[in-house]
Nanobody
């Protein structure tokens, strides 16, 4: 059974940093793009960042560009999201997901999802 488990969420003050991690099990995701999405209360799920299977391509939402950095370790089946200079608008549940497509921002093209981890940024 395929499983993605996120960790690292929490409460942080504006300007602070958090590092999210997602561990995959049940299969290898070496050939898959891995991505992060987030969903704030009352809002639709939105794309945050994605990284291709060989780490050659990374994409970011404009709202996080320059503040967030995505990375992956194929040997460990993990993908991390380093979040710096956090803002209250970054408050959301963050999900990791995988897709066989190359660096897509479309959540409908992601096949496996984690359960999410809460990130709360106080002002």
């Amino acid at each position: 059974q395929v499983q993605l488990v996120e960790s690292g969420g929490g409460l942080v003050q504006a300007g602070g940093s958090l590092r999210l991690s997602c561990a995959g099990s049940g299969r290898t995701f070496v050939s898959y793009t891995m991505g992060w999405f987030r969903q704030a209360p009352g809002k639709e799920r939105e794309f945050v960042s994605a990284i291709s299977w060989n780490r050659g391509a990374t994409i970011y939402a404009d709202s996080v560009k320059g503040r967030f950095t995505i990375s992956r370790d194929n040997a460990k089946n993990t993908v991390d999201l380093q979040m710096n200079s956090l803002k209250p608008d970054d408050t959301a549940v963050y999900y990791c997901a995988t897709t066989p497509y190359l660096s897509t921002m479309n959540p409908a093209q992601y096949h496996y999802w984690g359960q999410g981890t809460q990130v709360t940024v106080s002002s």
